[in-house]
């Protein structure tokens, strides 16, 4: 505003001047009072015309310097410069309005990408993540979105990370993950302000596929279960009734067929056995949660972990927490859980090994020194009916992912090539 100050020295020199001639009364006394009359008139036409027009063009470059677009400009009293303030003041409202319509889109998008189940992350120029939304911090394994911002993916250890950073715009990429989770990675860009972004797409499967599993397998066990129940019962009861007849007989030929008919009937009673251990799989009772100390739940059920590895000369520890976690868990199903993950790396270590059980704050591990599990069948361990061992029916870990779904919890297993330990860990 120098103008203005110059202007306002001007006008306080002429102020002085009219007060000298008015005190000292010079020659030609009325001469210089019409000279200094004019002159003044002269200045307030040109304050009018000139200093108010120019002082609230400057005002209006400090507003929008200052990105101020709620002030207005005040009229000036002049006809020309009336049509630059309105000009100025409408230009100021569209902005205003433009501004208002714009952080209302943005707040919208923040709600429907914080509140959409695929995750979404987004890079800066960098490289590094920017925006992240909760469903990809759940879905990278991270504990919080600060985790992960300003990061780069490829430094994470997560499966999902390492896949997308490998991605180039337009790829895609399915991940499966050794808790039987099923993401569909995906890269795009988009532009903003001109500059070209990368952003990334992550898409669960693993719950429609779960889903059409579950009840692709509850119909064929529930009708395979009937059918040989049915049939199984009659058959029993008959060879029973014949195992009776040829009991009562005394010849050596008699007591072969006695035997052989025993035979049938204890193979059908393991044919029952075989089919109720499935039957029992789709029959997992609802959830009855409690609050409890998972370092209290461990420490109750040590006894009986402690005697299922004894007799293989296995060593069971813990390492708990020092203060109480609380969590809420069905019991028994739990107890269930439990008692399987420590089976399995019992079977897995077979003679001479250790078993820890862990806690942490929001985590269970169960860590053994057995054989492992290979990288092959780290995607596969918990779908239906899949096993690594000879004989096994794929039931146990089947049924502890299907109690650790239902109760909302995150698990995982896996070996550590490093140092060759296997880890069952959960989540809460």
Same mark, same amino acid.
């Given at each position: =505003?120098k103008?203005?100050?110059?202007?306002?020295?001007?006008?306080?020199?002429?102020?002085a001047?009219?007060?000298f001639?008015?005190?000292?009364?010079?020659?030609?006394?009325?001469?210089?009072?019409?000279?200094?009359?004019m002159a003044?008139?002269?200045?307030?036409?040109?304050?009018?015309?000139?200093?108010?027009p120019?002082?609230?063009?400057?005002?209006?470059?400090?507003?929008?310097k200052?990105?101020?677009? $709620?002030?207005?400009?005040?009229?000036?009293?002049?006809?020309?410069?009336?049509?630059?303030?309105?000009?100025?003041?409408?230009?100021?409202?569209?902005?205003?309005?433009?501004?208002?319509?714009?952080?209302?889109?943005?707040?919208?998008?923040?709600?429907?990408?914080?509140?959409?189940?695929s995750?979404?992350?987004?890079?800066?120029?960098?490289?590094?993540?920017?925006?992240? %939304?909760?469903?990809?911090?759940? =879905?990278?394994?991270?504990?919080?979105?600060?985790e992960?911002?300003?990061? @780069?993916?490829?430094?994470r250890?997560?499966?999902?990370?390492?896949?997308?950073?490998?991605?180039?715009?337009?790829?895609?990429?399915t991940? +499966?993950?050794?808790?039987?989770?099923?993401?569909?990675?995906?890269?795009?860009?988009?532009?903003?302000?001109?500059v070209? +972004?990368?952003?990334?797409?992550?898409?669960?499967?693993?719950?429609e =596929?779960?889903?059409?599993e579950?009840?692709?397998?509850?119909?064929?066990?529930?009708?395979i279960?009937?059918?040989?129940? %049915?049939?199984?019962?009659?058959?029993?009861?008959?060879?029973?009734?014949?195992?009776?007849?040829?009991?009562?007989?005394?010849?050596?030929a008699? @007591?072969?067929?006695?035997?052989?008919?025993?035979?049938?009937?204890?193979?059908?009673?393991?044919?029952?056995?075989?089919?109720?251990?499935?039957?029992?799989l789709? +029959?997992i009772?609802?959830?009855?949660l409690?609050?409890?100390?998972?370092?209290?739940f461990? +420490?109750?059920?040590?006894?009986?972990?402690? $005697?299922?590895?004894?007799?293989?000369?296995?060593?069971?520890?813990?390492?708990?927490h020092?203060?109480?976690?609380?969590?809420?868990?069905?019991?028994?199903?739990?107890?269930?859980?439990?008692? %399987?993950?420590?089976?399995?790396?019992?079977?897995?270590?077979?003679?001479?090994?250790?078993?820890?059980?862990?806690?942490?704050?929001g985590?269970?591990?169960?860590?053994?020194n057995?054989a492992g599990?290979?990288?092959?069948?780290?995607?596969?361990?918990?779908?239906?009916?899949?096993?690594?061992?000879?004989?096994?029916?794929?039931?146990?870990?089947?049924?502890?992912?299907?109690?650790?779904?239902?109760?909302?919890?995150?698990?995982?297993l896996?070996?550590d090539r490093?140092?060759?330990?296997?880890?069952?860990?959960?989540?809460?």
């Amino acid at each position: =505003m120098k103008f203005k100050k110059v202007f306002y020295v001007l006008a306080l020199i002429l102020l002085a001047l009219l007060v000298f001639t008015a005190v000292m009364r010079p020659p030609l006394y009325w001469w210089y009072l019409v000279l200094e009359a004019m002159a003044a008139a002269f200045m307030v036409v040109t304050y009018f015309s000139l200093v108010r027009p120019v002082s609230a063009i400057l005002l209006g470059m400090d507003l929008l310097k200052g990105q101020d677009f $709620s002030s207005r400009l005040a009229k000036v009293g002049q006809l020309d410069t009336e049509k630059l303030v309105e000009l100025f003041n409408n230009m100021m409202m569209q902005i205003k309005n433009e501004r208002v319509y714009r952080q209302e889109q943005y707040h919208f998008m923040e709600l429907m990408i914080n509140a959409s189940p695929s995750g979404i992350i987004v890079l800066d120029l960098e490289g590094r993540v920017a925006l992240v %939304n909760p469903s990809a911090v759940k =879905m990278l394994d991270a504990d919080s979105a600060n985790e992960l911002l300003r990061t @780069n993916l490829a430094d994470r250890k997560s499966q999902p990370a390492a896949t997308l950073a490998t991605l180039s715009p337009g790829d895609r990429s399915t991940v +499966r993950m050794a808790d039987s989770r099923v993401y569909r990675c995906a890269c795009q860009t988009f532009i903003d302000s001109g500059v070209m +972004r990368r952003f990334y797409l992550i898409e669960s499967l693993a719950d429609e =596929m779960m889903k059409a599993e579950k009840q692709a397998y509850e119909k064929v066990i529930r009708v395979i279960a009937h059918e040989v129940n %049915n049939t199984s019962a009659g058959i029993s009861s008959l060879l029973e009734a014949i195992g009776g007849i040829f009991a009562t007989e005394a010849g050596d030929a008699d @007591n072969e067929m006695s035997d052989a008919v025993e035979s049938c009937r204890e193979r059908i009673e393991g044919l029952n056995s075989f089919i109720s251990s499935y039957a029992n799989l789709v +029959r997992i009772p609802p959830l009855h949660l409690d609050a409890m100390d998972i370092n209290s739940f461990v +420490r109750h059920n040590l006894p009986f972990l402690e $005697s299922i590895c004894s007799g293989a000369g296995i060593t069971l520890t813990t390492r708990l927490h020092t203060e109480p976690i609380a969590v809420s868990l069905d019991r028994v199903l739990m107890e269930q859980v439990l008692v %399987n993950v420590v089976k399995n790396a019992k079977e897995s270590i077979g003679s001479d090994g250790s078993i820890e059980i862990a806690t942490a704050p929001g985590k269970l591990i169960v860590t053994d020194n057995g054989a492992g599990i290979s990288p092959e069948a780290e995607s596969h361990i918990f779908s239906p009916f899949y096993s690594t061992k000879p004989s096994g029916q794929g039931l146990g870990l089947m049924v502890t992912a299907e109690v650790l779904r239902r109760h909302g919890f995150r698990f995982s297993l896996a070996t550590d090539r490093a140092t060759g330990l296997t880890s069952f860990t959960i989540k809460f």
